[in-house]
């Protein structure tokens, strides 16, 4: 009996919080819902811009965050640098050193990492609202290739478990997008190359034959 009447107040509990959640803060409950499309979306992206803008404007928009800045590296010990952000300027740092222990500990972790510890920090940081106070990796085979920095809210509050939950979700989406835009892109390359080697083939056959020919 015991048992069972835990287990009933479990799932009673469950079912008032989804019910608190939706009729209480529903306009919250529709942004979460919102970045959880974009999230689903995300794998099918064809660009890098695409996928940067999820990764920024998305959860700026849906989660009303003062600021996020995506940080890229172009290879393991290449410093990261800022390809697209919402409340930072051209003052704030442009780039991340690859050893710093921000993105020593990111590439050591592969967790979202709330920067509650002013160390993590690198210089050249937004204050305010927009100050980062989580930190999100973005990884392919088991190495960092980005990471995204997050502020507070606007009303300066900090981001909740489930948003950080979701901004994860979203990186870890990104991941593999990215795979995907990058192989394709390769694959382009690729059949460019092939289509000038032919084209200069059929060329050199041509000089030939008009040789011969003369």
């Given amino acids: 009996a015991a048992v069972g009447l835990g287990l009933f107040l479990h799932r009673a509990s469950h079912s008032i919080n989804r019910l ?4 209480l803060f529903r306009k919250h409950h529709r942004a979460e819902e919102r970045l959880r499309r974009v999230t689903a979306a995300l794998p ?18 849906n989660l009303a965050l003062a600021s996020a800045a995506l940080f890229y590296r172009t290879s393991t010990d290449a410093p990261l640098s800022r390809v697209l952000a919402h409340g930072w300027s051209e003052d704030h740092a442009d780039s991340l050193d690859a050893n710093g222990l921000l993105v020593r500990y990111l590439q050591a972790e592969h967790e979202p990492l709330r920067l509650d510890d002013p160390q993590f920090l690198p210089p050249g940081m937004p204050q305010g609202a927009a100050l980062p106070v989580l930190a999100i990796p973005i990884v392919n085979q088991h190495v960092l290739t980005a990471l995204v920095l ?4 606007t009303n300066s509050t900090l981001p909740d478990p489930d948003e950080v939950e979701l901004l994860h979700a979203l990186a870890k989406a990104a991941a593999t997008s990215h795979q995907q835009v990058r192989i394709a892109t390769l694959a382009r390359q690729n059949e460019a190359k092939q289509t000038r080697i032919i084209e200069l083939e059929a060329s050199l056959r041509a000089l030939g034959h008009e040789r011969l020919v003369g």
């Fill in 20 to 23: 608190v959640d939706r009729v």
């Fill in 44 to 61: 099918f992206a064809s660009d890098e811009r695409s996928i940067a803008e999820a990764l920024v404007m998305e959860p700026v928009s």
């Fill in 150 to 153: 997050y502020g507070a809210h």
